[in-house]
């Protein structure tokens, strides 16, 4: 469902800081107990910037500080991450605070504090530990290449288990640009860009009203097509930083390379949306729904992630039960456009129901199937030439384990 572009290339060794001109940095300041939790990525230069955020109604402090910085001129040169706090509900002493990580920032770069990006994620509702904040933010030393970047990616994970990291390199204009991301996300994941913090790199040549778009729709395919539990936290974003250093010509949706370019975002954003998935708290499996002849992509999208985020689903795919009836059911109630008589469902390769009713099939390889760290389930509806996917994963004890006990 993904178009292919030869020219675009994935870069082994992936990294923030692969495209030219950024440098990354991560240290243990004190937050959490012992695991790094202070991370910075920086760009030589002020890029042009974009951002989108969570839908929640409750919105953190740090979003707020980011959203006003990138207002100014929608330019930035820094993102300042901490992990192990959300600095969420945690009234004007928050704000405060928020903008205090970003002047820190700001004289340590010898920048503008409005080209400095504030995000935070962990516990809800606890004032940031300002005097470790103020005792670590001088100590970051950011530097081009893997050691940073992996040191920054490891410094923004709270309950996650795996960093994660990719990178694109795509030819535009005769130059060779690259995209790059990082992203935390394990629980808490219902984007409506969870917790969730994505941070992306790129040396392209864009504006930032049409990086802005680029992101905007990238993100709708990818990291708002994910789902773990279904709550939607207080501190998701997605940033991006083009930097131009790559001198392409100034990208356009009427350059005849901006679809690669919006390809190749969409790219990087998919990978890191699949990990965050894969990565869901106590998860064993990564859940893919794919959704054909839907009314439109968006109800196709809309069907998959309805699916892929039913309790019922998850856990009868924990249980490596091939029991379709919870899968038409989500279909059913996801509000879109459906006809049960028209509707198709297949576990991997094998068809389950056709024109709503049941097909013979043997439980014993749909359970083997059903075993393996990633399972397909395809739905047909029959209503337009609409397509979508989302991704998830499957319910656990671990996952009840591991929330039930999160600030403890």
Known sequence: MTTVYPSIKKISGNNIASPIGFKAAGLHCGIKHKKNDLALLVSEVPANAAGVYTTNAVQAAPLKVTKEALAVEQKMQAIIVNSGNANACTGKQGYVDAQTMQHLTANLLNIEPHLVGVASTGVIGEKLPMDRLKYGIPKLEPVAGLKGSIDFSQ???????????????????????????????????????????????????????????????????????I????????????????????????????????????????????????????????????????????????????????????????????????????????????????????????IGSTPVVREGEPLAFSEDELTEYLKQPEIKLK??????????????????????????????
């Open 227 to 346: 789902t773990v539990d279904g709550d939607t936290s207080t501190n998701d974003m997605v940033l991006v930083m083009a930097n131009g250093l790559a001198e392409n010509e100034t990208l356009t949706p009427s350059h005849p390379d901006w679809k690669v370019f919006v390809q190749t975002l969409l790219h990087v954003c998919e990978d890191l949306g699949k990990m965050i998935a894969k990565d869901g708290e106590g998860a064993t499996k990564l859940i893919e729904v794919e959704v054909n002849g839907a009314k439109n992509d968006e109800e196709a999208r809309k069907i998959a992630k309805t699916v892929v985020g039913s309790p019922l689903v998850k856990t009868a795919a924990f249980g490596c039960d091939a029991n379709w009836g919870r899968i038409l059911a989500a279909v059913g109630y996801s509000g879109m456009t459906i006809d049960p008589e028209e509707v198709e469902i297949l």
């Open 155 to 225: 410094s923004i994970l709270t309950t996650d288990t795996v960093s994660k990291n990719t990178a694109y390199k795509v030819d535009i204009d005769g130059k060779t640009v690259t995209v790059a991301g990082t992203a935390k996300g394990s629980g808490m994941i219902h984007p409506n860009m969870a917790t969730m913090l994505g941070f992306i790199s790129t040396d392209a040549a864009i504006e930032s009203d049409h990086l802005h778009g680029a992101l905007k729709s990238v993100v709708d395919r990818s990291f708002n097509s």
């Open 379 to 408: 739905v047909n509806v029959n209503q337009g030439d609409g397509k979508g996917l989302a991704w998830g994963c499957d319910l656990t004890y671990d996952y009840v384990q591991i929330n039930a006990s999160y600030r403890t």
